[in-house]
């Protein structure tokens, strides 16, 4: 029943490491970014509305995040805890989360922060942009993005450290090594702050 997030700048390697930590621990990865594509690419309303920001590289809108949260969080697969990849990122984001968690009586139990200097993370996306061709990996989009995260996002982290559930991971080297320390890192907040799960000596 682990409720988490994984936060970090674009290009910061969030997608790939929350699949893997969400496998590890038998929860559900929920990845914004990747929703709001999958819309884009399917030319659903909610992609039609997405698309204009994400191209720019701004926010979609909080309401229209907000909504689709709630309503995948709500979803079967969920109920055994998740790790969201790329929220909250606004402080009116945070503020919805609480808000869903308190209805459904949960909490979170970790915040992971991948750390990546601005450098590497340019370098990085500007090699996704040859691989991959996504529309927001042009540089001007790319270095909106990174400023946005850091006027806003890391913010967002702050209001968690109260809590004593964030932890910050080195997010250069090998996707392995990262991976391990991230489990680690999950390891010794649950330990701090008494959330493992309890193991019955009798089963
Ligand atoms: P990155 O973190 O590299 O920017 P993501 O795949 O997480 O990539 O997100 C891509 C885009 O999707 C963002 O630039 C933004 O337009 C939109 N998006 C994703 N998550 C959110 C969110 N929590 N709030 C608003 N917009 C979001």
Redesign the pocket.
């Known amino acids: 029943m682990t409720r988490m997030l994984i936060m970090g700048?674009?290009?910061s390697g969030?997608?790939t490491q929350a699949a893997r930590i969400a496998d590890k621990m038998g929860i559900v990865a929920i990845?914004?970014?990747?929703i709001?594509?999958y819309n884009v690419k399917e030319l659903t309303d909610l992609g039609k509305e997405?698309k204009k920001?994400?191209d720019n590289?701004?926010?979609?809108p909080?309401d229209v995040?907000n909504r689709m949260v709630e309503d995948r969080i709500k979803q079967p697969d969920a109920a055994n805890g998740f790790l969201l990849?790329?929220?909250?990122?606004?402080a009116g984001?945070v503020e919805a989360l609480n808000e869903m968690l308190k209805a459904s009586g949960h909490s979170l139990s970790v915040v992971l922060q991948l750390e990546v200097p601005d450098e590497e993370l340019v370098q990085r996306l500007l090699a996704r942009a040859d691989s991959e061709g996504r529309a927001?990996d042009t540089s001007e989009v790319i270095q909106h993005?990174l400023d946005l995260y850091h006027e806003q996002t890391a913010a967002v982290i702050e209001s968690y450290v109260d809590q004593g559930i964030v932890a910050r991971v080195d997010g250069t080297g090998q996707i392995d090594d990262i991976t391990e320390r991230l489990l680690q890192a999950v390891y010794n907040v649950r330990a701090r702050t008494g959330t493992l799960p309890v193991i019955n000596a009798d089963s």
């Open positions: 700048p674009p290009g969030k997608g990845s914004t970014g990747d709001f594509r997405a920001y994400i590289g701004d926010f979609v909080d995040t990849d790329g929220y909250p990122r606004t984001q927001d993005r």
